[in-house]
């Protein structure tokens, strides 16, 4: 069974779990780390449920059925989750605020059985050896090295929440200062997405909407490479020296040209000759972007970032093909 199947059958497990009672103990845990967080404001009931939900997959449980039903399943990897851990509202005749702030949970589910079970025969058996005299189940280089990536991991883990808590206290903040002034209309609306969760790679979409008069949109986006632990950028997914930035740039414009002339209310910023200040040049290194179930590369642009406002925010899905032969693993 690969991780991915792995992961859909935990998540009906989960369901299950769902029904059962919060501990106490752990309740208060959770509701202790929340107050550490950050400064803004109040850890709601659903979210300490939704990051309990995560912890007790790996939490025994008393009933003979489930029990039954978890040691059958081979647990081996991790599982990587994105969960609303708390939220910020307000409400008034000219003001209003939505705000879930997500935290990224990570859990390890530990190794599967291996080998056969302890037989006198298999207890007295010496270790085979090889040409070098030392034993081939010496795996300590490879221990050394999951050990490495696990801390990259965790670091990552810590680094990427720590942002995600930045940004939000911070439009909050903004948002606070703007209705306390009680000047004009104002609204902030931020909510989480997880767009990709595949054997490599794990991808938490930020979506951000913020009006004072007129409104705008943007988004952030965080992905992980399961297997280094790293966050990557657009960059880390191509060789160097590749040229993807102009294959890709290319087949993007290509995409807006098309749509442009299938519909004139549409307006992209490339290759204007009237407004050549405002063309659209190509993606940027830090440039948002996910890959799809498909593998496709899906590059996303914050509103006026390539067309007029009344455009709002734009996604082009490019094709793996135009750009699978530049890829560091094709």
């Known amino acids: 069974m690969d991780l991915k199947e792995l992961e859909s059958r935990l998540m009906e497990e989960r369901e299950q779990y769902q029904a059962v009672p919060v501990p106490e103990e752990l309740k208060g845990r959770l509701e202790e780390a929340a107050g550490r967080v950050g400064k803004i404001r109040r ?26 039903a978890m040691g059958n399943i081979p647990v081996i990897g991790k599982l990587f989750q994105a969960v609303t851990f708390r939220d910020y509202q307000y409400e008034s005749d000219r003001f209003n605020a939505n705000v879930e ?24 058996e010496e270790p085979e050896k090889g040409a070098s005299g030392k034993e081939n189940g010496d795996n300590s280089g490879k221990d050394m090295e999951e050990a490495s990536e696990a801390d990259q991991l965790e670091e990552t883990i810590e680094q990427v929440n720590f942002d ?26 931020i909510h989480h997405e997880t767009v990709t969760n595949d ?10 909407f913020q009006s004072a008069g007129s409104g705008s949109e943007s988004y952030k986006f965080y992905t992980i490479d399961k297997r280094s632990g790293k966050r990557i950028q657009i ?41 050549p200040y405002w063309n659209w040049e190509g ?10 179930a498909e593998g496709n590369l899906v590059v996303v642009f914050d509103e006026y970032e390539v067309a007029p406002g009344y455009m709002g925010a734009q996604e082009f899905t490019v094709e793996r093909s135009v750009f699978e032969k530049l890829l560091k693993e094709a």
Not at 43 to 68: E, H, K, W
Not at 164 to 189: C, H, P, R
């Open 283 to 292: 993606i940027k290194e830090d440039q948002n972007f996910y890959l799809d």
């Open 43 to 68: 850890l709601r009931a659903s979210a300490v449920v939704a990051a309990a939900a995560a912890i007790l997959i790996l939490l025994p449980n008393t009933g003979a059925d489930m029990a039954y």
């Open 235 to 275: 960059g880390d997914l191509f060789l160097e020296d590749s040229g993807y930035t102009e294959a890709i740039s290319e087949d993007i414009k290509k995409q807006m040209k098309a749509i442009m002339a299938a519909d004139e209310t549409k307006v992209y910023w490339v290759d204007s000759v009237d407004t």
């Open 101 to 124: 702030v997500p935290q990224i949970v990570v859990e390890d589910l530990g190794e599967a059985e291996k080998g056969t079970e302890n037989t006198p025969e298999a207890e007295t």
């Open 199 to 208: 054997e490599r790679y794990f991808t938490l979409k930020l979506s951000i």
């Open 164 to 189: 995600i808590d930045e940004v939000t206290s911070q439009l909050i903040e903004e948002f606070q200062a703007m209705a306390e002034a009680g000047e004009s209309y104002g609204g902030l609306e």
